[in-house]
């Protein structure tokens, strides 16, 4: 059975950073590309990284480039998204997710189509 589950999220100020943390379990995880997806109350899910198996190249949504990034282990399974200078707007859900399909790379980035396995969230809150 294929388990995605996040860690790491909480309740900051802005400014300031957090590191979140995704575990997968019951799959070949190091041959799928690795998201990171965040909702807000009342908005559609949206892209915020994503990583390809081999971490030969990631992807970022232009809205947290320059400020998160996406990295993965393989050796230790986990993915992480390093969250700086957080922004009240960064406020959210924040899910992890793997592509089933093995050794792809994205023409763009992705969107949650592309993804197949999805973890519960965690919750994010930035406070200004």
């Known amino acids: 059975q294929v388990q995605v589950v996040e860690s790491g999220g909480g309740l900051v100020q802005a400014g300031d950073s957090l590191r979140l943390s995704c575990a997968a379990s019951g799959g070949t995880f190091s041959v799928m590309n690795m998201g990171w997806f965040r909702q807000a109350p009342g908005k559609e899910r949206e892209f915020v990284a994503a990583?390809?198996?081999?971490?030969?190249?990631?992807y970022y949504a232009d809205s947290v480039k320059g400020r998160f990034t996406i990295s993965r282990d393989n050796a230790r399974n986990p993915v992480y998204l390093q969250m700086n200078s957080l922004e009240p707007e960064d406020t959210a859900v924040y899910y992890c997710?793997?592509?089933?399909?093995?050794?792809?790379?994205?023409?763009?980035?992705?969107?949650?189509?592309?993804?197949?396995?999805w973890g519960q969230g965690t919750q994010v809150t930035v406070s200004s």
């Open positions: 997710a793997a592509d089933r399909r093995a050794w792809r790379s994205y023409s763009s980035n992705p969107d949650v189509t592309d993804f197949t396995y």
């Open positions: 990583i390809t198996w081999n971490s030969g190249r990631t």
